[in-house]
């Protein structure tokens, strides 16, 4: 018998800059992506799509991107949990 895997979490750190990350699991649609800011005392703050995020690859079997919006970019203290 065969045992798969597959990934459903992408975890980055922030730099103040990026304003792009991958995620690398298949979602069937923009909103079923979770985006979270994770801060250094391990407070997480979920983001709202179009508001904070857009999402490229929905449909896309090696996922896509998240690309956050002007004043939302996570900063060297944050990390970026995609689920």
Do not use: C, W
């Amino acid at each position: 018998m065969t045992i798969s895997s597959t990934t459903v979490k992408n975890s980055y750190s922030g730099n103040g800059t990026l304003d792009t990350f991958n995620y690398t699991f298949k979602i069937f649609a923009d909103a079923d992506i979770q985006v979270i800011i994770r801060n250094t005392a391990g407070a997480e703050t979920v983001k709202t799509l179009t508001t904070h995020y857009t999402v490229t690859g929905a449909g896309a079997a090696n996922g896509g991107t998240i690309i956050f919006t002007s004043g939302n970019i996570p900063t060297a203290t944050e990390t970026v949990v995609l689920r």
